[in-house]
């Protein structure tokens, strides 16, 4: 009976070890002189609520700002991955940057679920983590926000909406969605999209548009932007950047833009390089 039991408590005791190990994460070395990634960072506890995040070497809390990456997909699709296609671009043209590439929970559109503003939500929740270690990646409070298409209407959206704490210090956007009600009838798939997002027309659920559109909370204390659009775009029309260069302009807020004659809804390796060296001459005056 006594070597029964002895058994059972070795079982017991080699069970729990092993559990132990399991669930503890590996150590990361965050000595600021060392660069580092952190690879599927959770922030939230739905599975596509993970970030990825490159520190660089000899960062500090007095010198090194963040850039945050939102990727697109028309709300639908699209990964954080993506961002692996300027990372090299962005490290070479912004000195003392550390950088954030972020998932978010996708609207399904044959069951609905995650519909709008869940995206909104997630950003917000997003940026609330990324504030709470600022000090352990050793990195200053200013934020740049910056994403692509339905990523660059994201940005946009915490930037000037739910941006009460100050964190983002400027936004960027390519091809951005900024007014849906002026998005919606664009196209047959975009007028589909739109509604199943939103939940309706404009008609029906005017403040589900009038609450997703960024240029309806552009004011004079709206931070400065940078944002770039294809005059051929037929995914997101260039009208929609026509809007946001009206509402800053009549709000005085400083901005840059860029309408790239006959590019649609991407750019050219050489057209990028071109904008994302404006971007950061741009960011280096409005955040020093």
Known sequence: MQNKITLHLILVSILLTFACSESEEPSLNLD?????????????????????????????????KLFVWIHGGAWTDGDKSEFAQIKPLLESLFEDYAFVSVNYRLFNITTTSNRFPNQEEDIQSMLNYVKSRLNAWDLSDDVVLAGGSAGGHLALLHSYKNNGDGLVKATVAFFPPTDFKAFHGFNFLTTALIEALIGGSPSNKPSGYANASPVNYINSSSVPTAFFHGT?????????????????????????????????????????IDLVGKTAAFLKVHVP
């Open 232 to 272: 051929a775009d037929n995914v997101v029309p260039i009208t929609q950047s026509y809007i946001l260069e009206e509402k800053l302009k009549k709000n005085n807020v400083p901005y840059l833009r860029e309408y790239v004659q006959g590019a649609g809804h991407s750019f050219s390796q050489s057209v990028t």
């Open 32 to 64: 600021a002189s060392v660069a580092v990634e952190i690879k599927d960072d959770p922030y939230g506890n739905h599975p596509r609520q993970v970030l990825d995040v490159y520190l660089p070497a000899n960062r500090s809390k007095e010198k090194t």
